[in-house]
């Protein structure tokens, strides 16, 4: 058993060729989680089931949600369950941004 997921992932890694600023849409929120000793990021949040999110590894504030190529970046969607796929077990303990994406209403 090599510990790898029985399915695949809906956490992408996003490659980051150079320093970006990322700017959440008015309605988006910013939230942190950590991670836990199955590579999850803890607590599940039913009210964000199915939202798509940008996830940054570390503490970011949302008025300075800076990037640079050697920070780790991922992207994903809250499952029916509230809860987001693993980021991997590596990142243990660590403290995830979640940019969660609010769709704007029209």
Wanted: some cysteine; hydrophobic content about 35%; aromatic content about 6%.
């Amino acid at each position: 058993m090599t510990g790898e997921p029985n399915r695949p992932s809906n956490t992408v890694p996003m490659k980051i060729l150079c320093n970006m600023v990322l700017i959440p849409n008015r309605k988006d929120e910013v939230e942190y989680f950590k991670v836990d000793s199955r590579g999850y990021p803890t607590p599940a949040k039913i009210a964000y089931a199915k939202k798509e999110v940008t996830i940054i590894v570390g503490h970011r504030e949302r008025n300075n949600l800076m990037v640079t190529p050697d920070d780790r970046v991922f992207t994903g969607v809250f499952g029916n369950n509230g809860r987001l796929s693993s980021v991997g077990k590596g990142l243990e303990g660590q403290e995830l941004t979640v940019i969660i994406h609010i769709p704007e209403e029209n």
